[in-house]
């Protein structure tokens, strides 16, 4: 049986249901321009807010479908960040902080993420040429009273020259018995210089540290970082290595050390986000790489 829709068409004015095909319901047909025009800005509004509320349904649909799927897969999004490791006991974990963390209260650092226990603290402790980490004595003190085995890094400046960067870290660092080797942190390439001049100034800067300290520091990238520009250069040095990818370790070969899983650890006695380490390998490995 033929049917008839009798609300075929609206009003392109304000959206009324009309019977009759045409443009506009009788109201619209017999006002002002200006009446009229107050109709369609109305429709407009009218419009947008179907829109933004359509939009809104469906972003957050797929927000959940997305996040459900995440959660169910075989490594889903708590895994990325925690669960691969924080799942193995046996493992020491530890943090990394700087100045970007504030004052940290330490008499509350015990645990990552209220479960597994921290073992051990890095910390910046100078950048460049003439730069300390504002909170770096303090840090150094508090992370020593209670106990805490720690080391310190320096963030390292391409434009900047090694002895002057080393000279600044020898500077403010002094280690004993108990802490960590020093660390080297480079991150970037030089605009101005080529990579091969770059590696003769980080080996620059490890040879004068090497030499006061009298222990072959550490060092820090990424693991991008490393597998395009230190890997093959630096095979005397053991690595300290970033990867917050959902991987099982952050470079497929054995020559990392420490690995920075994640930078969305949570601590308590200190607010926002904070930097979460493991060390490759067993205790009597972690105490063979304290200085004796």
Same mark, same amino acid.
Not at 137 to 151: D, F, L, Q, T, V
């Given at each position: 049986?033929?049917? &008839? ?17 045409? /443009? ?5 047909? &017999? ?37 459900? +799927? ?8 708590? +895994? ?15 943090? =990394?902080? %700087? /100045? $970007? *963390?504030?004052? #940290? ?70 280690? *004993?018995?108990? =802490?960590?080797?020093?660390?080297? =942190?480079?991150?970037?390439? !030089? ?5 091969? #001049?770059?590696? %003769? ?7 004068? #540290?090497?030499?006061? $300290?009298? #222990? ?5 990238? !990424?693991? %991008?970082?490393?597998? %395009?520009?230190?890997? =093959? ?12 990818? +959902? ?29 979460? +380490? ?15």
């Amino acid at each position: 049986m033929h049917t &008839h829709n009798t609300h075929s068409h609206t009003c392109l004015a304000c959206l009324t249901p009309l019977v009759e095909e045409k /443009h506009l319901c009788d109201d619209c047909l &017999h006002a002002t321009p200006t009446q009229r025009r107050r109709a369609f800005e109305k429709t407009k509004h009218k419009i947008a807010f179907f829109y933004i509320v359509l939009f809104a349904t469906l972003f957050y649909q797929s927000h959940e479908k997305l996040h459900n +799927n995440l959660q169910t897969a075989s490594f889903g999004y708590e +895994n990325l960040f925690f669960e691969p490791l924080i799942d193995e006991p046996s493992k020491l974990y530890g943090i =990394d902080i %700087s /100045h $970007y *963390q504030g004052q #940290v209260k330490w008499d509350k650092i015990n645990t990552i993420n209220d479960s597994m226990p921290i073992s051990f603290v890095f910390m910046r402790a100078t950048v460049g040429k003439d730069n300390e980490d504002t909170e770096f004595k303090k840090n150094w003190e508090e992370a020593g009273k209670i106990g805490m085995i720690k080391g310190a890094y320096h963030y390292y400046r391409p434009y900047e020259h090694p002895h002057a960067q080393a000279h600044n870290f020898i500077k403010h660092v002094k280690l *004993q018995k108990g =802490d960590f080797p020093p660390i080297l =942190d480079i991150e970037s390439k !030089s605009k101005k210089k080529s990579m091969k #001049v770059l590696k %003769s100034e980080l080996k620059k800067w490890l040879h004068i #540290v090497e030499r006061h $300290y009298k #222990v072959k520091p550490i060092i820090y990238t !990424s693991a %991008s970082y490393y597998k %395009s520009y230190l890997k =093959d250069d630096f095979k005397e040095y053991t690595f300290w290595l970033a990867n917050y990818n +959902n991987v099982t370790q952050p470079v497929k070969d054995e020559n990392w050390l420490f690995w920075q899983y994640s930078c969305t650890g949570r601590i308590s006695g200190i607010q926002g986000d904070v930097d979460l +380490n493991i060390f490759n390998g067993t205790r009597n490995d972690f105490e063979y790489y304290i200085i004796k």
